[in-house]
């Protein structure tokens, strides 16, 4: 049989994508995103953004930075904010698998202090929208993960802050008990005795 393109025998099969969905967390802003995805054997291909669809949702349309870190099993990064320029994050999982929080911090949500942890991983591409006005934190789960998060503001050293990772007042429940932490988290104070700068939801809030 001679190849062509059109060829059924060679033909790509495509698996039928349903539409992104969107759903809910606990924290009021906070969502979990499951994109379309095409798939046959040769992989798959997504839209990892598009404007469009993002402002159909009442997501954002326009971020400033994109972040890429690896790190190695049991690494835990977080939890960090920052106060003047509050960062909403896109965050997803291009190699591995993580296990993602955020803390809402905004002094007038119902949920002020509660947090929220779910699993990213590169697997089943999903993505965790973290809105500004929360803290943020990732712990490694595979030997190694690649994540990836585009950013709404610009990270700005001045203007950084954290969380203890294990405040007891929060109480994570982080999937370990003695984490990789650079020398910078570690020092972080816990929330209900750390500086008062934590915003309010409007300070947070993303302008149209």
């Known amino acids: 049989m001679n190849w062509s393109p059109d060829t059924e025998a060679f033909r ?19 969502l979990l995103i499951e994109p379309r995805v095409f798939s046959d054997e040769r992989g798959f291909f997504l839209e990892s953004f598009n404007e469009e669809r993002f402002r ?28 003047r320029y509050p960062q909403g994050k896109l965050v997803t999982v291009i190699s591995g698998s993580i296990f993602d929080v955020a803390v809402d911090i905004r002094r007038d ?11 990213l991983t590169s697997d089943q591409p999903r993505y965790a929208w973290i809105p500004p006005g929360f803290a ?14 585009k950013c709404t ?14 405040d007891p007042a929060l109480g994570i429940e982080w ?13 972080y104070a816990n929330f209900a005795h750390g500086p008062n700068d934590v915003p309010s ?3 947070a809030a993303i302008e149209p």
């Open 12 to 30: 790509p099969h495509l698996t039928a994508a349903r539409p992104m969905r969107i759903e809910q967390t606990p924290l009021p802003g906070m």
């Open 56 to 83: 159909k949702h009442g997501l954002p349309e326009h971020f400033a930075q994109d972040n890429h870190s690896r790190s190695v099993k049991g690494v835990l990064r977080g939890l960090h904010y920052q106060m």
């Open 109 to 119: 949500s119902p949920t002020f202090g509660k947090w929220h942890g779910l699993t």
């Open 136 to 149: 943020h934190g990732l712990l490694v789960l595979s030997e190694v993960a690649d994540v990836v998060y």
């Open 153 to 166: 503001e610009l990270y700005r050293p001045e203007d950084e802050n954290g969380i203890m990772w294990n």
């Open 175 to 187: 999937p370990i008990s003695r984490p990789l932490l650079s020398d910078k988290d570690r020092r």
């Open 201 to 203: 939801a409007a300070d």
